[in-house]
């Protein structure tokens, strides 16, 4: 089955720089991506996806990139703010596939 | 539409008592599902439905657990008898489902955070 692993498990930035937080991947048939964030109390909601025939892909300041060679696919976030601050979860599947395996999450802490 | 709905937020309740936890999907949504979190094992799929139907329930933990989904808009997971181990947040989560527009974008309830003592 899939394995998704994620780094790092903590990331702390200060306001305004940038966080990247990678994951990868076990299941070449995975082709489907998304990003969720969790706020304290909250469940978590997607901030961006991204399909295996597009290499990045960006909203705002965040940002998604894939390698689906190498198997590994990226967050970023550029000029950080504190409501940045959550734990954000990387997730795979196959598309239109119901089963999403998540990483173990990464908790980004943006330090005013 | 107020989301997806989860009741109850806070569940305390003694080891060997039986604990429902309900959820009402998003209108229009056909794929529901159960997740449970914990610090050591993250976010766990536990079971899905799709059009009310159970698809997939091989990550629910042991004959303990058992979900329903009566209709199109209700769904519960219920643990009889409960244990310590037990205690996590359970997420309920909504999809289009297949064939549907954004058909595999999962949103999620808050949660209901069960403690069993």
């Known amino acids: 089955g899939e394995n998704v692993e994620q780094h790092p498990s903590t990331l702390s930035v200060q306001e305004g720089d940038s966080a990247v937080i990678k994951c990868t991947y076990s299941?070449?048939?995975?082709?489907?991506f998304p990003w969720y964030k969790q706020e304290l109390g909250k469940g978590p909601q997607l901030i961006i996806d991204i399909r295996s025939n597009v290499g990045e892909k960006k909203d705002q300041r965040i940002a998604v990139t894939l390698n689906k060679t190498a198997k590994h696919f990226s967050l970023h976030i550029t000029e950080t703010q504190p409501e940045d601050s959550a734990v954000y979860f990387c997730?795979?599947?196959?598309?239109?596939?119901?089963?999403?395996?998540f990483g173990p999450g990464t908790r980004l802490s943006v330090l005013p | 539409d107020a989301g997806v709905i989860q009741s109850p937020r806070h569940e305390v309740t003694e080891m060997g008592q039986e604990v429902t936890l309900r959820c009402k999907p998003i209108?229009?949504?056909?794929?529901l599902f159960w997740y449970r979190q914990t610090m050591m094992r993250g976010l766990e799929l536990l079971i899905y439905?799709?059009?009310?139907?159970?698809?997939?329930d091989s990550g629910m933990p042991e004959d303990r657990f058992s979900a329903k989904m009566p209709n199109a808009s209700f769904s519960t997971l219920k643990i009889q008898p409960s244990e310590p181990r037990d205690s996590a947040v359970y997420f309920c989560a909504t999809s289009p489902g297949q064939g549907f527009s954004g058909a595999n974008v999962l949103t999620f309830g808050a949660g209901s955070r069960l403690t069993v003592l």
């Open positions: 439905f799709n059009n009310n139907v159970p698809i997939d």
């Open positions: 997730a795979a599947s196959e598309d239109y596939g119901q089963n999403f395996v």
């Open positions: 299941d070449s048939a995975s082709n489907y």
């Open positions: 209108s229009g949504h056909n794929s």
